[in-house]
């Protein structure tokens, strides 16, 4: 199951999200694939409904650029080993900004959102099952895996409450971070 956030926009940044979109769209198409170009609106929405919403300053075709470099980043885009790959240069070619132009807005969005590399919230769909930081619980500070939280209580996890997939249950993450609080004999509210 894919999750989707919702693409609502208000009223007043429907011209700019539309204009973002016509932008991202065929870039996607012609460069990517299908899940940035899912992953791109939702975040150009996001992005629409901040308030005060960034996107009411500057250029499309940068706001368009830092989208995709925000994303890039978070799915390793940048990497040759990659599919699909593509380098910063060229992308920010394509949208015809500069390349310090389009990393310092793709820096910012990154920072709005709080968006770092295996990013569970912003990756790929394609990639989410190769993703580590799927696995991955924090309990009263401290970090571990899922599965072995499962383990090491002697519990079993139900369908669907061993990963943090962004679109699953909260209440699956809660009982995954109950069993590994379990383990370790504190409890947790």
Not at 6 to 24: E, F, G, I, R
Not at 165 to 178: E, I, M, Q
Request: with cysteine; net charge positive; glycine share 8%.
């Amino acid at each position: 199951m894919t999750h989707t956030r919702s693409q609502s926009v208000p009223d007043n940044m429907q011209h700019t999200y539309a204009a973002l979109v016509a932008l991202l769209d065929p870039f996607c198409a012609q460069h990517l694939n299908d899940d940035y170009a899912q992953l791109s609106r939702e975040l150009a929405a996001a992005l629409a409904r901040k308030r005060p919403s960034p996107l009411a300053r500057g250029k499309p075709e940068i706001w368009a650029c830092g989208i995709i470099y925000a994303l890039g980043t978070v799915n390793f885009l940048f990497d040759a080993s990659q599919t699909p790959h593509m380098r910063a240069d060229a992308l920010c070619a394509a949208f015809g900004v500069s390349q310090s132009s389009g990393a310092n807005k793709g820096r910012l969005i990154r920072e709005t959102f709080g968006m770092f590399q295996f990013d569970p919230n912003w990756c790929l769909p394609s990639l989410i099952d190769q993703n580590p930081m799927v696995w991955m619980l924090q309990v009263n500070g401290l970090m571990g895996r899922a599965p072995d939280a499962a383990r090491s209580s002697g519990d079993r996890l139900s369908e669907g409450a061993h990963s943090i997939h962004p679109g699953r249950s909260p209440r699956g993450v809660k009982g995954a971070a109950r069993i590994m609080v379990n383990a370790t004999g504190r409890r947790l509210r």
